[in-house]
């Protein structure tokens, strides 16, 4: 009854991940700094009941590092005060990935949990809290019965706050799970706010009447990694004073573990969710002119005193719309299927024992290459990171190579594949080799897309396109090396952490990729180009081109052809281009045999220029180099701009990974190269970030009328 104190149920629930591919002083510091003595902190506290999750990322790495932490989790299990939740074991966004994989990863984690816990986990955690309808099926049948996901869930099924005090069921085909609504108001509060005010909040709750249930989940990372959270939960003792609180009003507040309340308490009713993710996220997910209109409507509420009652009408986008304002993102999700399409195929062959571990390991692999981290990008550095988009690639390229080793002979081979790799309605190419896979796209400038080479499992052409994000704005509006004293939620923080980013705002009107075709004004300079604040002459670089594909005894033969124009003064004149691509069966090396047809009745003088973009930095900047070879060889780091006359011979060299990436050209070229970076959000603030090196050999070349002028390049890729 209302006005009579109830003793609230406490879920409180914490998450705990590292990306596939971050950097192992990552992972100590995290552990430092946040899981161990946010575990030694709770440990002191045995009445105060947690529920526990861990990505398999996270606890492979303490396994093998601090496998100390895996007893005390036990201990602690054992004693009853942990309840541990699986979940995809390699953190994947669930909904995009096959029912298979959801299955195979949930397992993975749980039989984990099963044999280091002693305990059979029967919670699940999901990633990012991404929600779609379907989600019931695939989960219930790997054995979960509950979930957390963000109380705007509800919230957009129509449902008000004091509705959301317990769980709810929801079902697909009869499959049904129970959902626990993660208070945002929680969110914001712990370890944000005195711990007063926490316990403020629970007693007013405990006023509303009924058996209420409050639900937090959020990430451990708060408790020690996101800035300022260290010093204010440990060293100035906000979680010593939030469990001792918990303990002193326990008359108040009972912390429960989630099967406790399925058991004790029947669901406040059905309910069938929208896709969803926390907000945030939603908001993330929008192209960045959206992303700035929604964040203008959503100020215009609260300045008008609209925001609180009807925020839940006001959404922002989907999770899959990530996948559409980021091609890269698309192209590893894309990549992520076609090896397992491969994996499928030979599942389903009569395998020996020894090529069914082998499978096993290949799967592990594929499952690695679904981490979530590296396909979106918020205010978490994500999809801007080059060494978590790295690790993806890296991952899956090793699955293919080892599925190779099932299925092929070591050497003189190669595979044709025409299909809609990345699912746009177009046809795209894949020739696959013992050494490399080749992707091309013809109807987008007849351009190299990937390039991946085997043995070393990485995607040379990795990089990232340089485009307007809704919080670019707000670089005008942020002071460099504010350090505030209050701390705050990562979401309510925005800091620049160096000056000048400003002047790297520089859009790409056209994907970063290789051998894209480029018509230039004479007086074009490397930093107008290098800008993208120049004159394209040409309707070559991203429009489609003809493709005819022939296999040979020796290799394939790709003949790429676009009869385009260019405008020569006030004249738009009729130009062919053609690109004839030479994949041998071995090696890691192909020739690309450029000619050009000047179609118009007189002879005409242009820049022509080939784009690369390559991406190759695992030794950092000390050990990489952009390298030039003719009559003025010069070698400068990748980040460096470069400008050489009569080269023959460019590119990259990384000492670290012992790899060689080298363009020859038998027609002397002005060679251009220079970084791309770009200007992202991570939760420390705005930074710069490199992506890639252009390397962009151009010639000034007379076509006579009718006749083809030739350009020679080999790409040669070779271990140091």
Same mark, same amino acid.
């Not at 059979?120 to 990633?127: M, R």
């Not at 890269?328 to 599942?347: A, F, P, Y």
């Not at 180009?529 to 594909?549: A, H, I, M, T």
């Given at each position: 009854m209302p006005g009579q104190e109830s003793r609230v149920k406490f879920l409180f629930a914490v998450h705990s991940h590292q990306p596939v591919g971050n950097f192992d002083f990552v992972f100590r510091e995290a552990y430092d700094s946040c899981y161990l003595p946010f575990l030694e902190c709770l440990t002191k506290h045995p009445t105060v009941k947690a529920n526990l999750h861990y990505s398999g990322v996270l606890l492979e790495w303490m396994k093998e590092n601090r496998p100390e932490y895996l007893k005390m989790l036990r201990q602690m299990v054992e004693s009853g005060q942990l309840e541990i939740l699986t979940g995809g074991f390699y953190e994947p966004i669930l909904p995009i990935i096959p029912d298979g994989d959801k299955l195979g990863q949930i397992q993975m984690l749980t039989e984990f949990i099963r044999e280091e816990f002693g305990y059979?986990?029967?919670?699940?955690?999901?990633?990012e809290r991404v929600w779609e309808p379907h989600l019931p099926k695939p989960l219930s049948s790997a054995g979960v019965k509950y979930l957390i996901v963000d109380d705007a869930h509800f919230k957009y099924s129509g449902l008000e706050e004091e509705e959301l005090h317990g769980y709810y069921l929801t079902e697909e085909e009869g499959y049904t799970l129970a959902l626990f609504p993660s208070s945002k108001k929680l969110r914001y509060l712990i370890p944000f706010r005195p711990v007063g005010e926490f316990i403020k909040f629970m007693r007013e709750l405990s006023q509303a009447g009924g058996q209420p249930v409050i639900t937090y989940g959020d990430d451990g990372e708060k408790f020690g990694v996101w800035p300022g959270t260290h010093k204010h939960c440990h060293e100035e003792g906000w979680l010593e004073e939030f469990f001792s609180a918990l303990e002193e009003n326990s008359g108040l507040i009972e912390t429960v573990h989630a099967s406790e309340v399925i058991r004790s308490l029947p669901p406040l009713g059905r309910i069938y969710l929208p896709t969803a993710s926390y907000s945030e996220m939603m908001q993330w997910a929008l192209p960045g002119e959206s992303y700035i209109k929604f964040e203008d409507f959503e100020k215009r509420l609260k300045e008008e005193e609209l925001f609180e009652p009807y925020h839940i009408f006001v959404r922002g986008g989907f999770w899959r719309n990530f996948l559409a304002k980021y091609p890269?993102?698309?192209?590893?999700?894309?990549?992520?299927? &076609?090896? *397992?399409?491969?994996?499928?195929?030979?599942?389903k062959e009569q395998l020996s024992s020894e090529e069914k571990e082998l499978l096993a390991k290949i799967e592990r692999e594929k499952y690695r290459g679904q981490c979530n981290c590296?396909? &979106?990008? *918020?205010?978490?550095?994500?999809?801007?990171l080059p060494h978590l988009r790295g690790a993806i690639y890296k991952h899956l390229i090793n699955a293919e190579r080892l599925t190779d080793r099932l299925r092929r002979e070591k050497n003189g081979w190669v595979d044709v594949h025409r299909f809609d790799f990345d699912r746009d309605g177009t046809e795209d190419l894949i020739v696959e080799t013992p050494k490399l896979n080749v992707y091309l796209k013809p109807d987008k400038g007849g351009t190299l897309f990937e390039l991946d080479y085997k043995p070393k499992g990485i995607n040379l052409l990795d990089t990232l396109t340089r485009r307007e994000e809704g919080y670019h704005r707000q670089l005008s509006e942020s002071v460099a090396g504010e350090n505030p004293e209050t701390v705050e939620s990562i979401h309510d923080r925005l800091e620049v952490k160096e000056s000048g980013l400003e002047q790297l705002l520089f859009y790409d009107w056209y994907d970063r990729k290789s051998l894209i075709d480029h018509f230039l004004r004479k007086?074009?300079?490397?930093?107008?180009?290098?800008?993208?604040?120049?004159?394209?002459?040409?309707?070559?670089?991203?429009?489609?081109?003809?493709?005819?594909?022939?296999?040979?005894?020796?290799?394939t033969r790709i003949h790429l052809r676009r009869d385009g124009h260019i405008w020569v003064g006030s004249n738009w004149i009729a130009l062919t281009v053609e690109k004839v691509l030479s994949v041998p069966k071995e090696g890691a090396e192909f020739e690309v045999l450029y000619r050009l047809w000047n179609r118009h009745s007189a002879k005409i003088e242009v820049l022509f220029g080939v784009e690369f973009n390559i991406s190759m930095l695992e030794g950092g900047f000390d050990n990489c180099r952009v390298f030039a070879k003719g009559e003025h060889p010069t070698e400068v780091k990748l980040n460096s701009t470069l400008e050489v006359p009569d080269a023959t011979s460019f590119g990259i060299r990384d000492k670290s990974m012992g790899l060689e990436v080298a363009v020859e050209t038998d027609t002397p070229a002005t060679l251009w190269s220079f970084p791309i970076e770009t200007v992202s959000l991570s939760e420390s603030g705005l930074e710069k970030n490199y992506q890639s090196t252009v390397i962009f050999p151009n010639w000034h070349l007379e076509l006579p009328p009718g006749e083809p002028v030739e350009v020679r390049l080999v790409k040669r890729i070779s271990e140091l």
């Open positions: 059979k986990p029967v919670g699940l955690w999901l990633a890269e993102s698309n192209n590893m999700h894309k990549k992520m299927l &076609w090896v *397992g399409e491969k994996i499928n195929r030979i599942q590296a396909y &979106w990008h *918020g205010v978490f550095g994500g999809l801007y007086e074009t300079t490397l930093e107008s180009f290098s800008r993208c604040q120049y004159e394209e002459k040409g309707d070559f670089v991203n429009q489609p081109y003809q493709l005819e594909v022939k296999e040979q005894t020796e290799g």
